[in-house]
């Protein structure tokens, strides 16, 4: 017996009372509203503008699909029973587009936890690789372990189509670290009870494991799908038998084939059907123009001229760069076809002497980048070599 000023109670009955307002505190969580930062798709769309040049299909699209996933969490029982199932997002977009960057800037407006996977790594159980519950640990150790703000967090898996079934005809072996890795992502994108080992690695019998809810987890798939503009180029030059004449050609955007992409489309570059209507929404990132290379080298508020000014600025030298410079950068980018990376690449190509000789300097104060400094180094550079797309 506990013994108190005046009365005793029991050991049992202590607790007993302890689960009982441990049960309460549960139930008043669950009565409270989710913590993250809800803002309506147009409030997305303008803060994603800030940080992403163009690709305006693409940031409607994942507006209202990122809006509607976290409303849904909002939603209180109703009495019709109506469930509003999530949806998970699949980009297609070459390379240095900004997949990956728009996934983070979601997850940075939304506030909640967020984890980049990479596909490539992953294997079907058993076989020397990452397990596809490892992208949970990630996401477990993104949130501090903190599992309530995990389990409403955003998931960003790369390289998805690096996964695609090697071949249609049957065979013999096994296609670990393609079908099989399709067919293990299954019931982790629609929702279910996954027991995760919290530090990752392989599991065991004797490991102490957590068990994660994925329903309302949000996955978002990026991949180039390199080669898919010839599968849609197919699709979209089949004419039915007769006569009948069309105008398709008139109509169809011959410099950009991916905005026509399709779920059609998917199955036909190796993605299983299982997968691929489990990821409903689809969307397009489209192949950077010079204009928008312009925009992206000096515009976002972390453009890369920026980030060099900053750089310089810490070591009390004022950079500048003319127009002509800009111009002949972005006009080497646009030829090699690599994107917002290949911008990063030729401006390092150009700066880096400047950047290892200038804090040794006594008086330099400042730096003008002009057309004649641009070329000469670049063409000093590794980069010239490199053969245009």
């Given at each position: 017996?506990?013994?108190?000023?005046?009365?005793?109670?029991?050991?049992?009955?202590?607790?007993?009372?302890?689960?009982?307002?441990?049960?309460?505190?549960?139930?008043?969580?669950?009565?409270?509203?989710?913590?993250?930062?809800?803002?309506?798709?147009?409030?997305?769309?303008?803060?994603?503008?800030?940080?992403?040049?163009?690709?305006?299909?693409?940031?409607r699209v994942m507006s209202v699909a990122v809006y509607?996933?976290?409303?849904?969490?909002?939603?209180?029982?109703?009495?019709?029973?109506?469930?509003?199932?999530?949806?998970?997002?699949?980009?297609?977009?070459?390379?240095?587009?900004?997949?990956?960057?728009?996934?983070?800037?979601?997850?940075?407006?939304?506030?909640?936890?967020?984890?980049?996977?990479?596909?490539?790594?992953?294997?079907?159980?058993?076989?020397?690789?990452?397990?596809?519950?490892?992208?949970?640990?990630?996401?477990?150790?993104?949130?501090?372990?903190?599992?309530?703000?995990?389990?409403?967090?955003?998931?960003?898996?790369?390289?998805?189509?690096?996964?695609?079934?090697?071949?249609?005809?049957?065979?013999?072996?096994?296609?670990?670290?393609?079908?099989?890795?399709?067919?293990?992502?299954?019931?982790?994108?629609?929702?279910?009870?996954?027991?995760?080992?919290?530090?990752?690695?392989?599991?065991?019998?004797?490991?102490?494991?957590?068990?994660?809810?994925?329903?309302?987890?949000?996955?978002?798939?990026?991949?180039?799908?390199?080669?898919?503009?010839?599968?849609?180029?197919s699709r979209l030059n089949t004419k039915p038998m007769?006569?009948?004449?069309?105008?398709?050609?008139?109509?169809?955007?011959?410099?950009?084939?991916?905005?026509?992409?399709?779920?059609?489309?998917?199955?036909?570059?190796?993605?299983?059907?299982?997968?691929?209507?489990?990821?409903?929404?689809?969307?397009?990132?489209?192949?950077?123009?010079?204009?928008?290379?312009?925009?992206?080298?000096?515009?976002?508020?972390?453009?890369?001229?920026?980030?060099?000014?900053?750089?310089?600025?810490?070591?009390?030298?004022?950079?500048?760069?003319?127009?002509?410079?800009?111009?002949?950068?972005?006009?080497?980018?646009?030829?090699?076809?690599?994107?917002?990376?290949?911008?990063?690449?030729?401006?390092?190509?150009?700066?880096?002497?400047?950047?290892?000789?200038?804090?040794?300097?006594?008086?330099?104060?400042?730096?003008?980048?002009?057309?004649?400094?641009?070329?000469?180094?670049?063409?000093?550079?590794?980069?010239?070599?490199?053969?245009?797309?």
């Open positions: 017996m506990i013994s108190g000023i005046n009365a005793h109670i029991c050991e049992k009955c202590v607790g007993q009372a302890q689960l009982i307002l441990e049960e309460e505190a549960k139930a008043q969580e669950a009565g409270k509203q989710p913590k993250f930062n809800l803002i309506k798709p147009r409030a997305i769309k303008e803060h994603l503008d800030q940080y992403v040049i163009g690709q305006d299909e693409a940031k509607n996933h976290y409303k849904r969490l909002m939603q209180k029982p109703q009495e019709d029973e109506v469930q509003i199932e999530k949806s998970n997002i699949i980009m297609v977009g070459e390379t240095g587009t900004g997949k990956t960057f728009l996934a983070r800037m979601l997850a940075k407006i939304l506030q909640v936890p967020f984890c980049i996977a990479d596909a490539t790594v992953l294997t079907e159980a058993g076989y020397v690789g990452e397990d596809v519950e490892s992208i949970l640990t990630r996401l477990l150790q993104a949130a501090d372990y903190d599992l309530e703000a995990a389990e409403r967090g955003i998931v960003y898996i790369d390289e998805i189509d690096k996964i695609a079934r090697k071949s249609d005809n049957p065979s013999i072996t096994r296609d670990v670290s393609g079908e099989g890795v399709q067919q293990a992502l299954l019931k982790l994108l629609e929702g279910t009870a996954i027991n995760v080992p919290p530090q990752g690695g392989r599991k065991h019998p004797e490991q102490k494991m957590i068990s994660v809810n994925t329903e309302n987890i949000l996955f978002i798939c990026g991949g180039a799908f390199s080669g898919i503009d010839r599968i849609i180029k007769g006569f009948a004449k069309t105008n398709l050609e008139e109509q169809v955007d011959t410099q950009n084939f991916l905005r026509y992409v399709s779920a059609q489309d998917m199955k036909s570059f190796g993605l299983i059907p299982e997968l691929i209507g489990r990821l409903p929404v689809l969307t397009f990132l489209n192949p950077l123009d010079k204009t928008t290379l312009r925009q992206i080298l000096t515009e976002p508020k972390n453009s890369l001229v920026k980030q060099y000014k900053r750089l310089f600025g810490m070591e009390k030298i004022e950079l500048d760069f003319t127009e002509e410079a800009l111009a002949y950068i972005v006009d080497k980018a646009d030829e090699y076809r690599l994107g917002a990376r290949g911008l990063r690449s030729i401006c390092e190509s150009i700066m880096t002497d400047a950047m290892f000789e200038m804090p040794d300097e006594v008086g330099a104060n400042e730096l003008v980048i002009n057309l004649g400094y641009a070329r000469s180094k670049f063409e000093k550079s590794p980069l010239r070599h490199m053969r245009a797309a």
